[in-house]
């Protein structure tokens, strides 16, 4: 009796652990899942900041994660700020990047604002189309770390 209850018990014990080990950050970052994380944003600006270009983007990949910075890019000036959506075409390695503002857009106006983003669930070593929409920005990297470049227009 006492070596079955034993038994269950070792069983109930390496399930658990299997489960808690099942959702490692490792499985996390190869699960083909993108997400996007730490958006933040600046105030309206009464100038852009790169006057000569215009709405500009950068990027760096570190770790699986392509960290992005929109300069630039114009909102309502009603808006409080803005936001960025993501989504990914699996079969072309496409992610489309969707900024958007937040709030009621009531005014007559626009102004300059700088967006960054955090992507997470990219696979290493595979190459992506990164399309930014309502700037007109494109462009390609793969996901390895030290991989950085600006883009424009």
Request: charged share 20%.
């Amino acid at each position: 009796m006492k070596t079955k209850n034993w038994l269950w018990l070792l069983i109930a014990v390496f399930g658990w652990s299997f489960y808690a080990c099942s959702d490692s950050e490792n499985d996390k970052m190869n699960s083909g899942i993108v997400n996007v994380e730490n958006v933040t944003h600046s105030l309206c600006k009464k100038e852009t900041s790169r006057a000569l270009y215009g709405e500009t983007a950068t990027y760096k990949v570190k770790g699986g994660k392509l960290h992005v910075e929109l300069y630039d890019f114009r909102i309502n000036c009603a808006s409080k700020g803005a936001d960025v959506k993501v989504k990914l075409n699996e079969e072309t390695n496409e992610i489309i990047l969707t900024p958007y503002d937040l709030g009621p857009q009531m005014a007559n106006c626009t102004c300059p604002i700088d967006v960054s983003a955090t992507i997470t669930g990219l696979k290493y070593g595979k190459t992506y189309q990164c399309t930014i929409e309502r700037m007109g920005i494109s462009f390609s990297f793969i996901c390895r770390n030290g991989v950085k470049g600006t883009v424009e227009p």
